[in-house]
């Protein structure tokens, strides 16, 4: 007998292996697919962007029948719903004055069901409710009742996550939960809807094995790219990690993410749990690029709560990331201590490293404050302030390459030094050409940040100057000297010795530029720089 227990016990251990390898292996996998939808990411946006303007270009046809228009208006207002929140608010609205002018009350209440549950998402909560509060709702249909429902039950959902009170308000609360079942008893029990609401009333209930195989079951039935595939492998993701199996959950966040991915959808919860997870794991390689990117589409999402939501989780890695850069610095200087202990004879070769080591150190350092204040600066601005947000990304990206880079810098003078090849190590030590390339690299990725945040900034500059007096670019040339200090300007860096060290030149270069075209300008000399200031509002 104890033979049998001891062959058993064995056999369960090598199924146990098995399976984790599984698990582990199948994450490895849907990490990589994930990495590599990420870098799709613009081709399927583009592909979005041509189905919306073809659809805008239906609409702009003069001759179309109020019924064909307010079509098109809707497909477009569905198409923006988890695309962009703010043009999709846009048309919602205009769905709505078309459906009013055409005194149909079905497409009314569909357009004001439509309009509340967009309106919510940008915390406009009691305009939401209010579109809600018209409808009678046994003038709705079968499909506008269940549709009804759901907008009450997520409205209250987002309110309570926006104020972040839990449970708190009661009486939210149960207004939420109210709708919830009335939304549930509104479905068919086969419809997708039905089986993925229920899968997470299971989970709150603890009903954990029931939940897992209502959710898994109905999985194959649903295609990826699509919402209702996302939002399916999100609460298996949640039920996972609610039993504390977060490999497993890993994974199913992952597939929620890259068909948030493939679909263009914007409002991607999926993608910043994902990195909270693989951040508690010590990844924090990865968790940095996925939180950046969960960030980058919840800034052109545009909606308000994603956008709080994801800055809370930034905030938690980027301590994280500094304080691995901090490790990274501390280790670096043993190094170079154990490097002057064991080449007494190349002494002199290490103390210019180390001289070099302490000045790429301290430009990091004043790259991690000001991307700290830039941090500050956004937990106080909040939507408005998304420039910052742009910012902070290409900081962190810019410290990660520097560190990578300095690491390959370090070790090949290490070999040159290992070596005994003096005057090469010299040589290296005394070249500018490897500042002289990033500083090139670090402006390019200044010049491209800019641009996208403001496209318009050349075309609105030349605007304040005469003829005669035009930036005119040459042929790849993006951003000149001079448009970079009224670029620098306009990101609210209004000192010109800071502007001199960051472009690396002299005070008196930048006096001279900021006079010259203060004089020449079309405006006041005294309003010519308020005016830059004004460039792109309307795009922020």
């Known amino acids: ?26 994450l490895t996998t849907l990490l990589s697919q994930l990495d590599r939808e ?39 207002t ?39 549950s967009i309106l919510f998402k940008i915390a406009m909560f009691d305009a939401s409710l209010g579109y809600l509060k018209d409808l009678e709702v046994d003038q709705l249909s079968e499909q506008q009742r269940t549709n009804y429902y759901k907008a009450y039950y997520e409205a209250h959902t987002f309110w309570l996550e926006y104020y972040d009170d839990g449970y708190a308000d009661t009486a939210m609360t149960a207004a939420r939960d109210r709708y919830y079942e009335l939304f549930l008893q509104s479905l068919s029990r086969d419809s997708h809807d039905y089986i993925t609401y229920y899968g997470i009333k299971q989970i709150n209930d603890g009903e954990w094995q029931k939940a897992e195989k209502i959710l898994q079951f109905h999985l194959p039935n649903v295609a990826v790219g699509t919402r209702s595939y996302s939002i399916l492998n999100s609460v298996l993701g949640f039920l996972y990690r609610t039993r504390q199996d977060t490999k497993t959950s890993k994974a199913h966040l992952a597939l929620s993410a890259i068909s948030d991915i493939r679909g263009n959808i914007m409002e991607n919860a999926s993608l910043r749990e994902l990195a909270e997870l693989l951040y508690a794991a ?72 180390v001289l ?30 998304r420039i910052k947000e742009e910012y902070i990304g290409h900081f962190l990206e810019l ?30 030590i005394k070249s500018t050409q490897v500042v002289n390339e990033e500083r090139t690299a670090f402006f390019e990725k200044f010049d491209d940040s800019f ?56 005070l008196a270069t930048i006096y001279n530029y900021r006079s010259r075209y203060r004089n020449k300008s079309c405006v006041s000399r005294d309003e010519f720089e308020a005016e830059i200031m004004k460039i792109g509002t309307n795009n922020l």
């Open 38 to 76: 990420i870098l799709k990411s613009d081709q399927y946006q583009a592909e979005k962007e041509t189905h919306i303007d073809h659809l805008k270009r239906e609409l702009a046809d003069a001759s179309l029948g109020t019924e064909k228009r307010y079509k098109l208006i809707r497909g477009i």
């Open 282 to 353: 010590g990844d924090l390689e990865r968790a940095n690029r996925y939180i950046l990117k969960s960030m980058e589409d919840a800034n052109f999402y545009n909606a308000r709560i994603r956008n709080f939501q994801t800055l809370r989780v930034l905030q938690v890695i980027n301590k994280a990331y500094e304080a691995n850069q901090h490790a990274q610095r501390k280790e670096l200087r043993q190094q170079l201590g154990v490097i002057s202990l064991l080449s007494v004879v190349l002494m002199v070769g290490i103390f210019f490293i």
């Open 451 to 506: 641009l996208r945040l403001f496209p318009d900034f050349v075309q609105q500059f030349n605007n304040l100057m005469p003829d005669g007096e035009k930036v005119m670019l040459k042929p790849n040339e993006k951003l000149t000297t001079e448009l970079r200090i009224f670029a620098l300007i306009r990101l609210g860096i209004n000192d010109s010795n800071k502007i001199a060290e960051f472009l690396h030149y002299s």
């Open 399 to 428: 410290c990660s390459l520097y560190i990578e880079k300095l690491d390959k810098y370090q070790k090949k003078l290490f070999n040159k030094a290992k070596t005994g090849n003096t005057d090469e190590l010299v040589k290296m």
């Open 1 to 26: 007998m104890r033979f049998y227990i001891a062959i058993l016990m064995v056999l369960w251990g090598g199924v146990n292996n098995l399976l984790a390898n599984s698990i582990n292996d199948r």
């Open 78 to 116: 569905e198409a923006y719903a988890y695309y962009r929140c703010d043009s999709a608010k846009v048309y919602a609205i205009h769905q709505l004055q078309t459906a009013e002018a055409s005194q149909k009350q079905e497409w009314v209440n569909d357009s004001k069901i439509q309009l509340a």
């Open 356 to 385: 070099q080591v302490r000045k790429v150190s301290k430009a990091k350092k004043e790259v991690g404050i000001a991307n700290d204040q830039l941090q500050k600066k956004n937990i106080a601005l909040g939507e408005a302030n």
